[in-house]
């Protein structure tokens, strides 16, 4: 499967962004993640959902962002609210088949990324 994220940009802290990820095969297949990334860190999960639905979240970006599919459209969504300095990062999607629950936030469960998407916050 072939993803590209799309939606970032530069806002202000307490701005709203939403990212999608296009994919090239029903996302309703695999489970889904994004992950972000700054420069000299390692890369971190923020969101994920499974094939169910079910969905889970950094601590840091509970109650901030929500992580949503579009089966219709191949696509999954990151609404991220009430942004802040420290969210700057490369944001990724990723895929994955099979059951993964236990391990959404895991960036070595997935198989396929896409390039990214720069999400840059300023106070």
């Known amino acids: 499967v072939q993803l590209v994220e799309s939606g970032g940009g530069s806002v202000q802290a307490g701005d709203s962004l939403r990212l999608s990820c296009a994919a090239s095969?029903?996302?309703?297949?695999?489970?889904m993640g994004w992950f972000r990334q700054t420069p000299g860190k390692e890369r971190e999960g923020v969101a994920g959902t499974d094939r169910n639905g079910q969905t889970t979240y950094v601590d840091s970006v509970k109650g901030r962002f929500t992580i949503s599919r579009d089966n219709a459209k191949n696509t999954v969504y990151l609404q991220m609210n009430s942004l802040k300095d420290e969210d700057t990062a490369m944001y990724y999607c990723a895929a994955a088949f099979g059951s993964c629950w236990s391990s959404l936030l895991e960036q070595n469960r997935y198989t396929y990324w896409g390039q990214g998407t720069q999400v840059t916050v300023s106070s």
């Open positions: 095969n029903p996302v309703s297949w695999y489970c």
